[in-house]
């Protein structure tokens, strides 16, 4: 919580979810936000179970600036933001053991 605190605001996005996330910016002056749902996905001592895949978890992305455009690299779906007085804010669902990379070039 300490970190947490100390770093607020210094990174370019803000993202809410039980979820691992990672953001990068690209050459073009954008930013890729990576982002990694562990849920669901068992790994005993011998084998592997199934993916439960009802631990899908639900993310939530918050930028200060409007974007311009974003799309997702892995399904490579264009991605609209809903526009805010202070930025923009996405909505993404993540499946269970999957990453999703989103792509931002603001505006």
Do not use: Y
């Not at 691992?20 to 084998?47: M, Y």
């Amino acid at each position: 919580l300490l970190m947490q605190h100390l770093t607020q605001g210094l990174a370019p996005a803000k993202v809410s979810g039980d979820v691992e996330w990672t953001i990068n910016q690209l050459d073009d002056g954008g930013w890729l936000i990576g982002l990694l749902n562990n849920k669901g996905v068992d790994k005993p001592q011998h084998g592997m179970n199934p993916t439960d895949h009802a631990q899908a978890q639900a993310v939530t992305i918050t930028v200060p600036f409007k974007v311009a455009k974003s799309t997702e690299w892995v399904t490579e779906e264009s991605i609209s933001w809903q526009v805010a007085a202070k930025g923009s804010t996405l909505k993404i669902t993540v499946p269970a053991g999957v990453v999703r990379l989103v792509a931002v070039t603001p505006g």
